[in-house]
């Protein structure tokens, strides 16, 4: 059954982010949806939807930005407890994020486990069929759900939608169920949904976009780089898009989560670079989107880092990346509906200019 939400209706505004180099365009004083405009890039080809533009978002409160302030140097030291305390904190802030002008269908599956199910976000006006972007969540390969929290991660969708881009949020099966490669098989059976129901819910199936952050980056990279899960013939993805992604398989003693990757991918590290995204990166790849936070688990920056540089290396031209000052590992994801709208604007605009 789709939910909907009443729509409202705004003064145009332009504003720049004050984190960031995007200037803001947003005009929903009436029905549909306005271009973005950026200091990059301004295009009429896929139209913006946002209400009153940052004005409708929430602010990230001052007390959170001095915890993140704190705990950022030494989120190392605790990773399991600072992620779960700013998922709690960004739930809060995201309770206040606008979800009008968004339908969504939620818990349809696409596979045989309970966990291949997925729900999907979509703008209330479509004037042309959107891109849709396949958001897959993190978790450590062990545990996580696509709906951590009420807001977290659906905060992603949410976002998207209000901006004209249909979205998915997919859920995946877990280690303790399926070992290595049977996650990334899943995002694959997922992709195909998307491909056959396009009709249905109206985006084009010529572009559509993998979004993972953690662990769901690892899943998602393996089907958007490594050849072997993509099928021989028909449509390549549009983009690749990653937020703070383990895009790299390790079990070095400075990995907190070692054991965790191990139970998914196997004890045997010789294998690690064969099943590592990063390592089948050529100049053929899709164009892709690659985000860090300041302050990440370990080794994830160094990883993100890594995958910016062999896309560089291999298509002779660095691809679009963007370093997010003060954030951490799970801020990166749950900023996308604030005020701090950096991200969210760099993300919408490679969905509407992929390269």
């Known amino acids: 059954m789709a939910t909907k939400m009443p729509s409202g209706l705004d003064q145009p505004t332009v504003t720049r982010d004050r984190h960031s180099q995007f200037w803001i365009r947003s005009n929903s004083g009436t ?26 978002l929430p602010e990230i409160p001052d007390d959170l930005r001095q915890l993140m302030a704190e705990i950022g140097p030494k989120w190392r030291d605790g990773v399991a407890r600072n992620v779960d305390l700013m998922v709690q904190r960004f739930s809060d802030v995201l309770k206040h994020s606008p979800r009008d002008g968004v339908t969504v269908h939620p818990g349809i599956s696409y596979g045989d486990h309970e966990r291949n199910a997925l729900d999907v976000f ?4 479509m004037t042309t069929p959107p891109p849709v972007v396949l958001f897959v969540h993190g978790g450590a390969f062990v545990s996580g759900h696509r709906n951590r929290t009420e ?4 905060n992603v969708l949410y976002y998207l939608a209000r901006n004209g881009v249909a979205g998915i949020n997919i859920g995946y099966r877990l280690a303790n169920d399926a070992v290595y490669p049977e996650a990334t098989n899943d995002i694959a059976a997922a ?12 985006w084009d199936p010529a572009r559509i976009f993998l979004m993972g952050h953690s ?10 780089y490594d050849p072997r899960f993509r099928p021989a013939s028909g449509a390549k993805l549009a983009g ?11 079990n070095l003693p ?39 936070a300041e302050f990440e688990n370990p080794l994830i920056d160094v990883y993100c880092a890594e995958l910016v540089y062999r896309l560089a290396f291999a298509k002779r031209k660095a691809p679009p990346s963007m370093w997010l000052a003060g954030h951490n590992h799970t801020s990166s994801i749950g900023q996308i509906g604030t005020s701090d709208d950096a991200l969210g604007q760099a993300i919408v605009d490679f969905v509407r200019n992929p390269r």
């Open 191 to 202: 992709v195909a949904w998307a491909r056959e129901h396009a009709a249905e819910f109206g």
């Open 151 to 154: 807001q977290i991660y659906s």
């Open 240 to 250: 690749m898009i990653v937020v703070s992604g383990r895009v790299r398989v390790d």
């Open 122 to 125: 979509l703008p209330e006006k």
């Open 215 to 224: 662990a769901g980056a690892a899943h998602a990279g393996s089907y958007a």
């Open 254 to 292: 400075e990995n907190p989560n070692a054991r965790k990757v191990e139970i998914y991918y196997g004890p045997d590290s010789s294998k690690f670079d064969d099943y590592s995204p990063v390592a089948h990166i050529d100049r053929n790849s899709v164009p892709t989107f690659v985000a860090w």
């Open 31 to 56: 029905p549909g949806r306005q271009p973005v405009q950026s200091k990059f890039l301004a295009t009429d080809e896929a139209p913006f939807h946002m209400k009153d533009g940052k004005a409708g």
